[in-house]
Structure formats: structure tokens, C-alpha cells
């Protein structure tokens, strides 16, 4: 079984900087990787993808503020947050994408996520 844990959200003042973190348990059952998102929701928003890591690369939406980034070694995603703003307030997720058997379906698991506050 996957399961993801976040940690390092927080309260933090408007220009700050926190890093998100993603540790992945039951690596060892994983027999494909796909992607790995990190995306938010905020209180009565749709949730909405913020970063994604895969074979191919990575990609931000928040314009070179937000940077996905992995540690294998660790089984560890990361989240580089800068220069945050308010509306960046929400609960951060990761997902991931993954096969458990080779030739099975693809599944996606996702931690409980932590929260972000950007506030003064």
C-alpha cells in the first residue's frame, strides 16, 4: 500500500518562502511511476494543480514562484514556495500516479495534505 504525508505548511508573512514536503511509504510496491502532483484547494474553491513532476519533466503554474523538485534517496517530493502571496492560502496535496502490478491499472494516491496561511 502508498500512502503520501505532507508536512511544512505553516503561517507565513506575504514575500515568504516555505517548503512543502511529500514523503512516499510503500515505495517498494510500486512497479511504474507516472507523475507526482502537488495542488491546493482554498475554502470554497475547486481544487487546482499548482505543480507536476514526471519521467519528462516538471511544470509549475505559478509563473516560477512554485518549484517541484524530488529526492529518490528519500522518496521525498518537495514543493519550493516563493515570494507568496495571500491568495496562495489553501491546503497543499500531493498526489501520485502509480502501477502496483505490472500490467494493472494506474492509481492515484494522495496524502491529507497541510495547510498554507499567507498572511501579515
Known amino acids: 500500500q502508498v500512502h503520501l504525508v505532507e508536512s511544512g505548511g505553516g503561517l507565513v508573512q506575504p514575500g515568504g518562502s516555505l517548503r512543502l514536503s511529500c514523503v512516499t511509504s510503500g515505495s517498494a510496491s510500486i512497479v511504474s511511476w507516472h507523475s507526482t502532483d502537488w495542488y491546493r484547494q482554498a475554502p470554497g474553491k475547486q481544487s487546482e494543480l499548482v505543480a507536476r513532476?514526471?519521467?519528462?519533466g516538471t511544470i509549475s503554474t505559478a509563473k516560477g514562484r512554485f518549484t517541484i523538485s524530488r529526492d529518490n534517496a528519500k522518496n521525498t517530493i518537495y514543493l519550493q514556495m516563493n515570494t507568496l502571496k495571500p491568495e496562495d492560502t489553501a491546503i497543499y496535496y500531493c498526489?501520485?500516479?502509480?502501477?502496483?502490478?505490472?500490467?494493472?491499472?494506474?492509481?492515484?494516491?494522495r496524502g491529507q495534505g497541510t495547510q498554507v496561511t499567507v498572511s501579515s
Open positions: 498526489s501520485t500516479t502509480v502501477r502496483t502490478a505490472v500490467g494493472g491499472p494506474w492509481q492515484t494516491y
Open positions: 513532476l514526471t519521467s519528462a
